[in-house]
């Protein structure tokens, strides 16, 4: 398995610096799709975390690469990439489970400030525990989770990203999460902002919480409308356990009104494409 791994990184290294490369990113992503599935029929933790390093290795390479905002890898389900329509922001994205020590969230995050690309690197932890919707998050505390789709918007002429992402993090509870990404003055990453209006509360991140065992929908409706399933307990005797939490079948939907994210909760969508 070395062996393969071995000759697997020595083929990608030099695949991205090629003038070919709508052929070589093909080749890239069939070696990602190896690779994963290696990952997954692995059942050691020291082998995942080498076989992990490998994807690291390609992943670093390709988001350095001119054509990172044009390409998108095809046929790898086991790894989250979304683009902004204006191709400002990419962000790659995977989870690695390991048995033996806490399972791991890897974030590739493309920024494009017109004259270059700033790339950072995160890395996550699994956490039983639930995001806090009262702080914000930096690129040195970052949550991990795996985010499926994204839009930009501006407040005060300011640009923002509002994201979607899941996280597994606890084994009986899923979570689906609504965030704000920006970049500081000085470049920093800051994952967080006080947008988020609910009645008299102002949250910097929605937090769905609800049973592993059953299935929501968090979607954006437009660039400016996200719509998700209401969430109830199973019975008022379990109001408040998570575990417990499921759609009931009505909609809340967040949306866009002079720069804050505000909800309105029982949606009637059933005539809405």
Same mark, same amino acid.
């Given at each position: 398995?070395?062996?393969?791994?071995?000759?697997?990184?020595?083929?990608?290294?030099?695949?991205?610096?090629?003038?070919?490369?709508?052929?070589?990113?093909?080749?890239?992503?069939?070696?990602?799709?190896?690779?994963?599935?290696?990952?997954?029929?692995?059942?050691?933790?020291?082998?995942?975390? +080498?076989? /992990? &390093? *490998?994807?690291?290795?390609?992943?670093?390479? #390709? !988001? $350095?690469? %001119?054509?990172?905002?044009?390409?998108?890898?095809?046929?790898?389900?086991?790894?989250?990439?979304?683009?902004?329509?204006?191709?400002?922001?990419?962000?790659?994205?995977?989870?690695?489970?390991?048995?033996?020590?806490?399972?791991?969230?890897?974030?590739?995050?493309?920024?494009?400030?017109?004259?270059?690309?700033?790339?950072?690197?995160?890395?996550? +932890?699994? /956490? &039983? *525990?639930?995001?806090?919707?009262?702080?914000? #998050? !930096? $690129?040195? %505390?970052?949550?991990?989770?795996?985010?499926?789709?994204?839009?930009?918007?501006?407040?005060?002429?300011?640009?923002?990203?509002?994201?979607?992402?899941?996280?597994?993090?606890?084994?009986?509870?899923?979570?689906?999460?609504?965030?704000?990404?920006?970049?500081?003055?000085?470049?920093?990453?800051?994952?967080?902002?006080?947008?988020?209006?609910?009645?008299?509360?102002?949250?910097?991140?929605?937090?769905?919480?609800?049973?592993?065992?059953?299935?929501?929908?968090?979607?954006?409706?437009?660039?400016?409308?996200?719509?998700?399933?209401?969430?109830?307990?199973?019975?008022?005797?379990?109001?408040?356990?998570?575990?417990?939490?499921?759609?009931?079948?009505?909609?809340?939907?967040?949306?866009?009104?002079?720069?804050?994210?505000?909800?309105?909760?029982?949606?009637?969508?059933?005539?809405?494409?």
């Amino acid at each position: 398995m070395r062996r393969i791994i071995s000759i697997l990184l020595l083929s990608a290294s030099g695949i991205f610096s090629v003038a070919e490369g709508q052929t070589h990113n093909q080749d890239v992503s069939v070696t990602l799709e190896k690779l994963f599935s290696r990952l997954v029929a692995s059942h050691e933790d020291s082998e995942k975390l +080498r076989i /992990n &390093d *490998s994807v690291k290795l390609i992943i670093d390479s #390709y !988001s $350095e690469t %001119d054509t990172v905002f044009t390409h998108k890898f095809t046929n790898l389900k086991y790894l989250g990439q979304v683009t902004s329509k204006n191709s400002g922001l990419k962000i790659i994205t995977w989870n690695l489970l390991l048995k033996d020590s806490a399972s791991r969230y890897f974030c590739y995050l493309i920024n494009s400030t017109g004259k270059k690309n700033n790339l950072y690197r995160l890395e996550g +932890r699994y /956490n &039983d *525990s639930p995001l806090k919707t009262d702080i914000t #998050y !930096s $690129e040195k %505390d970052w949550y991990g989770a795996v985010y499926y789709d994204l839009r930009a918007f501006k407040q005060n002429k300011h640009p923002y990203w509002v994201l979607l992402g899941i996280d597994y993090g606890n084994p009986k509870i899923t979570r689906k999460i609504i965030d704000i990404l920006s970049f500081g003055p000085d470049g920093k990453i800051v994952f967080g902002k006080k947008l988020f209006v609910s009645e008299d509360v102002i949250k910097y991140r929605e937090v769905l919480e609800y049973s592993s065992e059953v299935v929501i929908s968090l979607r954006f409706l437009t660039d400016k409308s996200i719509i998700f399933d209401h969430l109830v307990p199973l019975s008022p005797g379990l109001k408040g356990n998570k575990e417990f939490y499921g759609p009931d079948f009505s909609f809340d939907t967040y949306n866009l009104e002079k720069g804050v994210w505000k909800l309105k909760s029982d949606v009637d969508v059933r005539n809405k494409k």
